[in-house]
């Protein structure tokens, strides 16, 4: 192997603040380029910076873990901590130069960017005059924490400071005040002492609280609610302008949104929904459900038997509750037999502090809707909707509320028709509606629409098998002025007319 004579170029490279989407483009180029990575790295653990692009790394680069001596700052900025802290980067600086001198391109990875609190900087005090340095910017923790918190910083002429959280109290209190914004940085173990200089300057109500911003791990929570002990370095807190009005959601409040996924395609699914589900920092539904959608980056999810219902509303609310940005996935509309009534009876019966939650039910194409647009329009007059599961409801309620709808004359779209546990009901509703309806009303039976295993079978009540449905068949029963269509193609068609005869 020839070695080059030209020396290797060193990059500092800024990583964002933990999710690895917010990576540059730049970034990640010059990472996959560089024959030498090297990273951060506590003495045990593993390296936060080389997680966020443990993916794109390959056997054949050289790692250069940088393993500190020290993992926390002092406060007192001690003499023997800054002489250890230096000999630390006089030796990582003597070996990233070994690679650079006999022509390997050094990328050194830095969260957050490299010039703003970064280890790299100090490489590049004794190293940038002696080789070709580039710095790659990346996003700040401070910025990225904003965007979380949903929460602008400054506008117009007020001033934004940063603070590090391992200044003295009466430092830090003298700095702050009730006109500017802030950002307080490196909390760790400095918690306790940031949150009485907050007080002491009168802003510890507007003060907000964020650890790990955009990492899997990601928490937001009230301030009074964090427990000293268990405060990460990775942890900031926010002032914003007092002199800002704040719109949207108070932080610690959190949000939470029921979304509809539609039946199965995910043509099906809205821009509405999907920007909520991209937005979610928690995802929360039945299992099957939340396999439809993609997995994203930082993003927890948490699955269920189908069930459980109540449990999982509960969930949602109490992540909500805590700060999180809660998507509760429902299929078809959540408001149809979904997730839409489970979490607000949740609310409606739990503690006082859900009330105060910002909660959106986000709508999606519903089953009925579905499976009559692929046969035309049988719900084209008045409808009525129906579900046959007694889970929730006393088998006596349905069967009075299928006299009704049959001795009214509304078309009938049945969920939940039957399942393992209920195999007599569906026959029984149909004998209960045949003594209404002629037998050559129009039955439409679809299973599964908008998946691969779909299939609609068109019969009459007549000649209708219960047997050929299952829990996941969504059953559509004319009225008695619902028609069959038999179109030039061969194609038949169902469609219940929009004027109806005295």
């Known amino acids: 192997m020839i070695k080059s004579t030209m020396p290797g170029r060193l990059f500092g490279v800024g990583l964002g603040p933990g999710d690895p989407e917010l990576i540059t483009i730049k970034a990640l180029r010059t990472i996959r380029q560089a024959q030498v990575v090297a990273y951060p790295m506590a003495k045990r653990g593993q390296s936060n910076a080389r997680c966020i692009v443990s993916s794109e790394l390959t056997i054949e680069q050289i790692e250069l873990p940088m393993i500190y001596p020290i993992t926390t700052e002092p406060t007192d900025q001690s003499g023997e901590y800054e002489a250890i802290i230096a000999e630390f980067y006089d030796r990582m600086a003597e070996q990233i130069a070994a690679h650079l001198s006999i022509g390997r391109d050094v990328a050194v990875l830095c969260e957050g960017d490299p010039f703003l609190y970064g280890s790299f900087m100090y490489l590049h005090d004794r190293l940038s005059h002696r080789f070709l340095t580039e710095v790659i910017p990346g996003i700040p923790s401070v910025m990225a924490a904003a ?24 430092v830090l209190a003298a700095r702050l005040n009730s006109y500017d914004a802030f950002a307080i940085m490196k909390l760790g ?83 509405e929904a999907h920007q909520a589900l991209a937005e979610a920092t928690d995802l929360v539904g039945y299992q099957r459900y939340l396999d439809r959608v993609p997995i994203r ?43 839409g009534a489970a979490v607000l009876e949740s609310v409606d019966e739990g503690p006082e502090a859900w009330r105060s939650l910002d909660i959106r039910i986000v709508p999606g194409v519903s089953a009925m809707q579905a499976a009559a647009a692929r046969m035309g329009a049988p719900l084209g007059h008045d409808f009525c909707v129906l579900s046959l599961s007694d889970r929730l409801k006393p088998w006596e309620v349905i069967v009075k509320r299928l006299h009704a709808v049959a001795s009214a004359d509304f078309a009938l779209a049945i969920y939940n028709p039957i399942s393992s546990e209920r195999k007599w009901q569906l026959a029984e509703a149909q004998a209960i509606l045949a003594g209404y309806r002629a037998a050559e009303t129009p039955v439409v039976l679809a299973r599964a629409v908008g998946r691969s295993d779909e299939k609609i079978v068109i019969t009459d009540l007549g000649r209708f098998d219960p047997a050929a449905a299952d829990m996941q068949t969504l059953i559509i029963v004319g009225s008695s002025t619902t028609r069959s269509l038999a179109l030039s193609n061969d194609r038949e068609m169902i469609y219940t007319p929009r004027s109806y005869e005295a």
């Open 147 to 170: 965007a979380r918190l949903a929460t602008p910083l400054v506008r117009r002429d007020s001033q934004l400071t940063l603070l590090p959280a391992t200044l003295s109290e009466d």
């Open 189 to 271: 173990r400095n918690f306790s002492k940031v949150k009485n200089a907050l007080s002491r300057a009168g802003v510890l109500d507007k003060a907000l609280y964020i650890e790990r911003a955009t990492m899997s791990q990601e928490r937001i929570t009230k301030l009074n609610d964090v427990d000293p002990a268990s405060v990460p370095y990775f942890s900031l807190i926010l002032v914003p302008d007092s002199r800002q009005s704040r719109v949207g959601n108070p932080v610690g409040a959190g949000r939470i949104t029921v979304v509809g996924l539609g039946p199965g395609s995910d043509e099906w699914i809205t821009p």
């Open 297 to 339: 980056s930082g993003q927890r999810r948490f699955g269920s038997d189908n069930k459980v219902e109540a449990e999982r509303a509960r969930h949602a609310l109490t992540l909500a509750e805590a700060g999180r940005r809660v998507c509760v996935v429902s299929s078809g509309d959540p408001g149809i037999f979904a997730m």
